[in-house]
């Protein structure tokens, strides 16, 4: 997850760099920040681009954690290589000096970032402490995202067994109900009871 994002980040600043005049994105209204896996305060606000002209445009940024990407949140969302391509293709990654709307599929890089999630798109099969077969996949935060596991990881355990458990996150107030409206909606779930 981290690897795609920061290539599109990287792919973002490349197009910056070399004043890409089909796209001519404004660096001050940029909305792709790069991610880590460490929740680093002194990294949240940051200028890139610093050193002169070779290293490209001054500009401020910033680092997510990794959980905190829309990219994790796509990955969890999609339910197939198809639907991930699509759905990276429609990240908004910032606005022109027009003012209009630059979308990750106009940076060309999606195709790229599709290949490095490839494996990332398959669900972990692990075994609990009692002896347990359980899907393992995904993570993104309620507070930003939908805060469910993947939709290919829910629909592996129901085409296994005869029910799946799932959590969704952020109590149910805010993680239930982005777990009916967003995930079940958009996977065609139709849960048969829930547990509070």
Not at 2 to 9: E, P, Q, S, V
Not at 73 to 101: Q, T
Not at 161 to 174: H, I, M, N, P, R
Request: aromatic share 6%; hydrophobic share 45%; proline share 5%.
């Amino acid at each position: 997850i981290t690897a795609a994002h920061n290539l599109l980040a990287a792919a973002i600043d490349n197009r910056l760099h070399f004043r890409d005049p089909y796209l001519n994105l404004d660096p001050t209204k940029v909305a792709w920040k790069r991610v880590l896996d460490v929740n680093d305060r002194a990294l949240r606000h940051i200028v890139v681009g610093l050193g002169g002209s070779s290293q490209g445009v001054p500009r401020e940024s910033g680092f997510d954690i990794t959980a905190a990407s829309e990219v994790m949140a796509i990955l969890c969302l999609a339910s197939s290589p198809a639907d991930l391509r699509s759905r990276l293709d429609r990240i908004l990654v910032g606005y022109s000096l027009k003012g209009e709307p630059v979308l990750a599929s106009e940076i060309g890089v999606t195709g790229s970032l599709a290949a490095i999630l490839n494996e990332a798109l398959l669900p972990n099969l692990v075994q609990t402490t009692d002896s347990t077969p359980a899907f393992v996949h995904g993570g993104p935060f309620a507070n930003i995202a939908h805060g469910c596991n993947s939709v290919l990881a829910t629909r592996m355990a129901l085409a296994m067994s005869d029910y799946a458990v799932t959590e969704a996150g952020f109590a149910f107030d805010l993680g239930g109900e982005k777990f009916f409206d967003l995930k079940c909606r958009s996977a065609g779930l139709n849960p048969a009871a829930i547990v509070l």
